[in-house]
């Protein structure tokens, strides 16, 4: 049976485990990355619309630079990968906390064991959330530097699952994306909390 995300809340009682997305989910980095990829393309001369972002802006790097430029060799997107990590390190100071995700994480801090489960690379990952003063809530976090395949396959879920010793009856995800809650689906999650309906 598919996966309806639920509506925003606090965790049901008898969870034992928190998962979170970061990007768009625990921190508004969003808005920051649409508009270093705006620049990025720009320089190929492809014109980011907002059509467009909504469609492909959680997908792994390699697709999504595709879908703007299908003709990108190998080496064009890494060098891409690697101007967006570098802008976003310069850019920090822009992020801002969902407060009312976080404000779940600092609640059952030390209550639930927690990890972050997100589709970004690790170094970008864990300096949004020291940006915000959040990094040291969670027991694990784990990126796309962790697994083979990013979401939307389940191997995140899967290993954020793993590293708390929880089931996927026990464990609460939290996220913002359609791509997320399929991960969070092919998982096998049993309850998926959409952080946009609040």
């Not at 359609?178 to 946009?196: M, P, Q, W, Y």
Request: hydrophobic share 45%; charged share 20%.
């Amino acid at each position: 049976m598919p996966i309806v995300p639920a509506p925003f809340s606090d965790p049901p009682a008898d969870a034992r485990a928190l998962l979170f997305d970061c990007d768009g989910t625990l921190v508004d980095t969003m808005g920051l990355y649409r508009s270093i990829w705006v620049e990025l393309f720009a320089e190929h001369g492809f014109t980011l619309t907002d059509e467009w972002w909504q469609a492909t802006g959680n997908v792994p790097i390699e697709p999504f630079v595709r879908a703007a430029l299908p003709d990108a060799s190998d080496e064009t997107i890494a060098k891409l990968r690697i101007g967006a990590i570098t802008l976003f390190g310069e850019r920090l100071h822009r992020l801002e906390p969902m407060e009312h995700v976080v404000d779940i994480a600092r609640r059952f801090h030390g209550v639930l064991p927690m990890a972050v489960c997100s589709g970004g690379f690790r170094q970008p990952v864990i300096s949004s959330l020291k940006a915000v003063g959040i990094a040291d809530l969670f027991d694990h976090v784990v990126t796309a530097d962790d697994v083979q395949c990013s979401k939307p396959a389940p191997d995140l879920y899967l290993l954020g699952m793993e590293l708390l010793g929880v089931t996927t009856e026990e464990v609460v995800v939290y996220e913002d994306s359609e791509t997320g809650f399929a991960s969070a689906l092919a998982a096998g999650v049993a309850r998926v909390i959409d952080v946009r309906l609040t």
